[in-house]
């Protein structure tokens, strides 16, 4: 917007001085051209003048004798011609060239090769006869100083240009900076930076437009927060009635439905508290955080290998060497690695191997999978929340929505072996 507004103003008032500037200089043109044609006909008249005071009392050839051939006090190249056409003084008159008109009493000017001529007549009275003034001025003498006026037109019209120009660019700096601002502050909030907020500036319109963008902003923290309170109370809730059936079904004789009432509540539960952790968790800006995904990896897989060895598993970690950078934080990458490597610990049976593995593919996108050797995936895993098939979506579900805003997927499989396989697939941070 900023360099269009300094495109139209440029343009506009270039075509303005344009519009001055052409016939301001053919202004200046003609005006040089009429002050040497004045000169010369001034010059021209002198010398007619100078020869009618000679005329009553001397012959022409006295005249023309008397006629100064220097230029020291008529400068101008001129020509005294009679009625023959001889040459009396100056350069011979030029081919072609007619003096008839002057002869007959006319003074005038005419445009001649090479510049313009002057044409004063002289009636002498003694003889009655018409000498003939000629006083030429040449093209450059017609056009002197129109250069330079003309480039220094030109230079004023430029500067003229880069003012008008510097001022645009001003005026729109001052609207289109707090637009930019609004912009960058709406994105930042979009990106999960509620914390973000504009300084109003500008032109009342946009200052009132930020001033409202900030109440929005104020408004959805208060909402979230709202959300936040009313999902960790209900969950709060729901933990008490929750804890008093699991109480009574350990009361319950073993069997068969005793076990999987069991495993129904402990899955309620993980439910229950997943949503606590998530009420709990501060509104944060998500936009500027980052992480290497393998060294969070290796750090999840020491931190989880005391209980896998206490359990009879085998936990391998392999990673490629490559920095694995994404655009997800720490905090995040950790939850979402203990949430898959959480279920494999919930949903087989002890002693089941489990392999971890970080790799960075084709310098583009990082690829984080977990595999085990259990009973696998259920086909219809994809409902959130289900537990089925000896796993559960609610670890996926979480690891999931933290990929995605990492600007990846997750992708649930088949391992090597038969059991479950869950990929993670991230693009590195450029």
Known sequence: ?????????????????????????????????DRAGTAAQNQAEAIAQFIA????????????ANVPATEEDFPTSYVVATAEGQRVIGEPLPTGETIDAALGGAAFRARV??????????????????????????????????????????????A????AVGVADWLGRSMVQPVKDLSATAATLGRGNLEARVDP?????IQEVGIELNELADRIVRLLRMEREAAADLSHRLRTPLTAVKLDAEALQPGPGADRLREDLDELERTVDFVINEARRPIRADSDRSCDLGAVAATRVEFWTALAEEQ?????????????????????ATAMIDALIGNVFAHTEDGVDFTVAVAVIDDANVMLIVDDDGPGFSEDLAERGL??????????????????SGGGALIIGTSGSGGGRVTVTMPVLS
């Open 160 to 163: 003229l240009v880069a003012i």
């Open 312 to 332: 009879g598993r085998q936990l391998e970690y392999m990673a490629d060497g490559q920095t694995a950078m994404v655009t997800v934080g720490a905090d995040d």
């Open 201 to 205: 500036s500008g032109p009342p319109e």
């Open 53 to 64: 005071l000679q005329a009553p009392v001397a012959s022409t050839d006295e005249v023309i």
């Open 387 to 404: 537990s089925a098939g000896g796993s559960t979506g609610l670890g996926l579900d979480i690891a999931a929505r933290t990929a995605s």
């Open 113 to 158: 090769n090479g510049g313009e001529a002057v044409y004063t007549p002289v009636l002498l009275p003694a003889t009655g006869e018409t000498v003939v003034v000629r006083v030429f001025v040449s093209d450059e003498e017609l056009s002197e100083g129109v250069a330079r006026s003309t480039a220094i037109l030109m230079l004023l019209g430029l």
């Open 1 to 33: 917007m900023r360099a269009r507004l300094n495109l139209v103003v440029g343009a506009v008032t270039a075509m303005v001085v344009i519009a001055f500037l052409v016939p301001l200089t053919l202004v200046i043109r003609d005006l040089a051209a």
